[in-house]
């Protein structure tokens, strides 16, 4: 994300990272109960991973994340006038790029007075890569590893109980009958 943001901010668009809370808590890095606490996180999240991104911290009750749909790795783009481009449940840097550039074109042509908008609404796919994953839980300590491993048995167990559930993604409400 941080090479997509530099890409694109000659063509005015600003790109900033949101840190909710901490998405897997452990002894290296917890839950945060203050926001000095959540500061230091951010400054060793930033240098861990390199962002060269504006990072704002939401507020310890998590109010910005909940308004935003409180998935844990979300994108948005919204344009000026606050009209929602995109938004996603997770970041998957292809398809970003592929709604920014989207939006860029949208501008363009609305300016022209030659496009409305429209919503559409899509599932999409990101590749995942388990051992940088758990990488991150390693360092954020053996209570992350031992939670997601927890989680993990429980999905797995959910999965062989009944193989026709419908995957649960962050921001569909659509119920099946």
Known sequence: MEDLADRYADQAVRSVFIYTREAHPGENFRHHTSMDGKRANARAFKERFGVRRQI???GLDGGAHQAFGSAP???WIIGRGGFVFYKAAWT????????????ID????????????????????????RKKFMAGLEQAGPQAVADFKGLSEKRAAAE????E???V?????????
């Open 73 to 75: 790795n979300m994108t």
């Open 106 to 129: 949208f501008q363009t042509n609305r300016i022209k007075n030659q496009w409305v908008p429209f919503y559409t609404e899509r599932a999409s796919w990101s590749p995942r890569d």
């Open 92 to 103: 998957a840097l292809g398809d970003v790029e592929e709604a920014l550039e989207g939006a």
């Open 56 to 58: 704002l911290l939401d």
């Open 169 to 177: 993604i962050p921001g569909s409400y659509y119920k099946p009958d």
């Open 160 to 163: 062989k109980a009944d193989p």
């Open 165 to 167: 559930a419908i995957p």
